[in-house]
């Protein structure tokens, strides 16, 4: 079974400055999806990138990058020149196909705080 | 609406009360997921469904929890018999297809408080 660990319950990080949020994964499969998804008090969860994992690449979206370490199972998430807005829970998330369709398998989130 | 929408955004229900939680996916939309997220934890999988078909319902957690979407538009997760520990979010999400090229659009939720 898959499963997705966020080791840090809780960070924070000063505005303008940079953060960088942990995940690791376990699968046997070869071909799946990577997401990190930032869930505000609104509750919505909101896609902030993803990353293919047969492309060797890191996805970069603005101020968001990973560094996605396929071998190690490893994609973390930085932040960079972070703003008050970035405040919120992050969750990293496993995308696999099965023969129903596909589901999102969710770690435990990171809850991120961002201070003046 | 643009988005996924979610109704009643706030529910509380006595312990042993039945409810009904509503999804409305975006116009179009083929797949529909329902999560369970309990307080400060991820959103773990209930059911699946691709149009009116529920393809998989390995996730919800007992015979008291029920989904439909008979016209393969809206659904309704429908839970039986509340108990405290049924207290969660339950997030619903739509995609236009299935596979990896057909990212999830999420509702705010429905927040249910079992009292």
């Known amino acids: 079974a898959q499963t997705v660990t966020q080791s840090q319950p809780e960070m924070s990080v000063q505005e303008a400055e940079t953060v960088t949020l942990s995940c690791t994964y376990d699968?046997?499969?070869?071909?799946?999806?990577l997401f990190w998804y930032k869930q505000p008090p609104s509750r919505q969860m909101i896609l902030v990138i993803r990353q293919e994992a047969y492309k060797q690449q890191n996805a970069t979206e603005n101020r968001f990058s990973v560094n996605f370490q396929k071998a190690a199972k490893s994609f973390s998430l930085k932040i960079s020149d972070s703003q008050l807005g970035d405040t919120a829970m992050y969750f990293c998330?496993?995308?696999?196909?099965?023969?129903?369709?596909?589901?999102?398998?969710f770690g435990k989130g990171t809850t991120l705080s961002v201070s003046s | 609406g643009a988005g996924v929408s979610q109704s009643p955004r706030y529910k509380v229900a006595k312990r042993g009360q039945d409810v009904a939680l509503r999804c409305d996916p975006i116009?179009?939309?083929?797949?529909l997921f329902w999560y369970q997220q309990a307080l400060g934890q991820g959103p773990e999988f209930l059911t699946y469904?691709?149009?009116?078909?529920?393809?998989?319902k390995s996730g919800l957690p007992s015979d008291r929890f029920f989904a439909e979407r008979p016209e393969g538009s809206v659904s309704t997760l429908k839970i039986q018999r509340t108990q405290q520990e049924d207290s969660a979010v339950y997030l619903c999400?739509?995609?236009?297809?299935?596979?990896?090229?057909?990212?999830?659009?999420f509702g705010n939720g429905t927040r249910l408080t079992v009292t």
């Open positions: 469904f691709q149009n009116e078909a529920q393809l998989d």
């Open positions: 999400a739509s995609s236009s297809g299935q596979g990896y090229n057909s990212p999830l659009h």
């Open positions: 116009s179009g939309h083929v797949s």
């Open positions: 699968t046997s499969e070869n071909n799946y999806y």
């Open positions: 998330a496993f995308m696999t196909t099965y023969q129903a369709g596909t589901a999102l398998i």
